[in-house]
């Protein structure tokens, strides 16, 4: 399923939101205009490796290449689709936060979400790039603030293409599911590469109990 829009409007310009979106697709032009060995050596130097932090306790270049990390993409699809999803539900989760708690929010969900990768690998050698843990922080306090609203979803049976507009709460409930039974086919068939799916599953997790937590005192 492929979210395209939903019916949420904001009642803010979500100008962080469209900034973290600028930075990232910037980044990324910058990747892509290296030479392919440059561009390597480039991800390499800047990506967050978990065996630097949990095996050879380099600490602070480690919690620095956690947050360069998060504006590095591997390829097209990969920045697509992240933005894609930053794009639907970032501006809302920023309008209910503010400007300046939902840039020091998501900055958190990925620091957390490339910690919660590393802890489920620690001895990994292989750099983690992307957005998506910290966009998942984004889903999770979504589905807490706005679990009602209407996502417009790209939904393919079979041959076939349809357009269904989904409550918020199933779409991402899905989704999260998705993440959940892929982390934990990885860890059965110790499968180290790909997606980093206990990334999603921790920037999920932070941003959902955030929001929890901000309800209850609301309803204090």
């Given at each position: 399923m492929i979210p395209l829009k939903d019916d949420?409007?904001?009642?803010?310009?979500?100008?962080?939101?469209?900034?973290?979106?600028?930075?990232n697709i910037i980044?990324?032009?910058?990747?892509i205009s290296l030479p392919y060995k440059e561009r390597s050596v480039f991800l390499l130097n800047h990506a967050f490796i978990p065996s630097m932090m949990f095996v050879?306790?380099?600490?602070?270049?480690?919690?620095?290449?956690?947050?360069?990390?998060?504006?590095l993409h591997g390829g097209f699809l990969h920045i697509g689709g992240n933005m894609l999803f930053l794009w639907i539900?970032?501006?809302?989760v920023e309008d209910r936060l503010g400007h300046v708690n939902?840039?020091?929010?998501?900055?958190?969900g990925g620091f957390l979400s490339f910690l919660a990768q590393?802890?489920?690998?620690?001895?990994?050698?292989?750099?983690?790039?992307?957005?998506?843990g910290a966009i998942s922080a984004v889903i999770g306090a979504y589905a807490v603030f706005f679990p009602s609203a209407r996502i417009l979803t790209l939904v393919p049976i079979f041959i076939f293409?349809?357009?269904?507009?989904?409550?918020a709460w199933l779409f991402i409930g899905f989704w999260f599911l998705m993440q959940y039974f892929n982390g934990m086919i990885s860890i059965a068939a110790n499968y180290?590469?790909?997606?980093?799916w206990f990334a999603h599953i921790g920037g999920f997790v932070f941003g959902f109990v955030v929001a929890k937590i901000i309800l209850a005192r609301e309803f204090r």
């Open positions: 949420n409007p904001s009642s803010s310009r979500p100008i962080i939101n469209y900034l973290l979106i600028a930075v980044v990324f032009m910058h990747e050879y306790h380099d600490f602070f270049h480690s919690i620095v290449r956690m947050f360069e990390s998060m504006f539900f970032g501006d809302n939902y840039l020091f929010f998501y900055l958190a590393g802890v489920v690998n620690p001895t990994s050698e292989i750099p983690m790039i992307g957005a998506s293409i349809t357009f269904i507009r989904i409550p180290t590469g790909g997606v980093a």
